[in-house]
């Protein structure tokens, strides 16, 4: 069975460090590293063991359980997450094409993608559209070619007076062109009404990400004593973007929360 001593002189061997090398690396004596190699210290300390892992570029975790290094343990950020959980939810074929994206993609800028010759050569499932068609979205009134995502809308418009109610039986689902927009959105809201005129009609659909809080400026999804806003957050009020609606005051409300952040909209035709 493989100890850590065997771990450690494996890394050494491999790196081609004498015992005199490592110490120096370390930090350690060289007497003391000796006796920690040649077993002679049954319970080397913590200490040590990190000084030695870090000489060897390894870690702690894999000295002393044999657990091998995550070499893929890269910082992503909130769009390479989003992209990475996105993928995760595509079938075998859905990812085949995204696969072939990027390497046509790579190709493009002049990088190399590697390719494994032998991997499984995909074909469609029976009855799939071998790749995106173009179709007449019931939003956007124009052609679109990409892929759908599903979303939940719900029923209740949301404007001065009229409570938002986000419960199941409230919602249906309806299909979204797949954009860096509606990947942020979580559900979706009609508009009633102008307040929020001239960039934003009655009858829109608003995108929107769930939070229970918004920054200063945002546009946001607000329940106040029961009845649903979509206004923007001035920090002691909500604000309409047209001019002819006066502040809303939130020290008149007893009751008030966030519902969400508004990253977009859908408009019907």
């Known amino acids: 069975m493989e100890t850590y001593l065997d771990r450690i002189k494996l890394l050494k061997n491999e790196q081609k460090l004498t015992n005199e090398q490592l110490a120096e690396r370390s930090g350690i004596p060289l007497g003391t590293l000796s006796k920690i190699l040649a077993g002679m210290s049954d319970s080397p300390k913590l200490s040590n063991l990190v000084a030695i892992c870090g000489a060897l570029g390894c870690s702690v975790e894999?000295?002393?359980?044999?657990?091998?290094?995550?070499?893929?343990?890269?910082?992503?950020?909130?769009?390479?997450?989003?992209?990475?959980?996105?993928?995760?939810?595509?079938?075998?074929?859905?990812?085949?094409?995204?696969?072939?994206?990027?390497?046509?993609?790579?190709?493009?800028?002049?990088?190399?993608?590697?390719?494994?010759?032998?991997?499984?050569?995909?074909?469609?499932?029976?009855?799939?559209?071998?790749?995106?068609?173009?179709?007449?979205?019931?939003?956007?009134?124009?052609?679109?070619?990409?892929?759908?995502?599903?979303?939940?809308?719900?029923?209740?418009?949301?404007?001065?007076?009229?409570g938002v109610y986000l419960e199941e039986e409230h919602a249906e689902t309806i299909s979204?062109?797949?954009?860096?927009?509606?990947?942020?959105?979580?559900?979706?809201?009609?508009?009633?009404g102008n307040s929020m005129e001239p960039k934003y009609h009655d009858g829109d659909i608003l995108l929107v990400h769930a939070c229970d809080s918004v920054e200063e400026g945002e546009l946001g999804i607000f329940l106040l004593d029961g009845c649903g806003f979509f206004k923007k957050y001035g920090g002691d009020r909500l604000l309409s973007l047209n001019g002819d609606y006066a502040p809303i005051l939130l020290k008149d409300f007893s009751e008030i929360q966030c519902k969400g952040r508004v990253v977009g909209r859908l408009k019907r035709k």
């Open 62 to 162: 894999y000295v002393v359980n044999g657990t091998p290094e995550n070499t893929n343990n890269y910082t992503l950020s909130g769009d390479e997450i989003r992209l990475m959980e996105q993928y995760r939810t595509l079938d075998k074929w859905g990812r085949s094409l995204v696969d072939t994206v990027i390497a046509k993609e790579l190709e493009r800028i002049g990088a190399t993608a590697s390719v494994d010759e032998g991997a499984e050569k995909l074909s469609a499932p029976a009855g799939k559209i071998l790749r995106p068609v173009a179709s007449v979205s019931r939003y956007a009134g124009e052609a679109v070619r990409t892929a759908k995502r599903k979303i939940k809308l719900f029923d209740l418009p949301v404007s001065a007076g009229v």
């Open 176 to 192: 979204v062109p797949s954009t860096e927009k509606t990947a942020e959105a979580d559900y979706a809201l009609r508009i009633s």
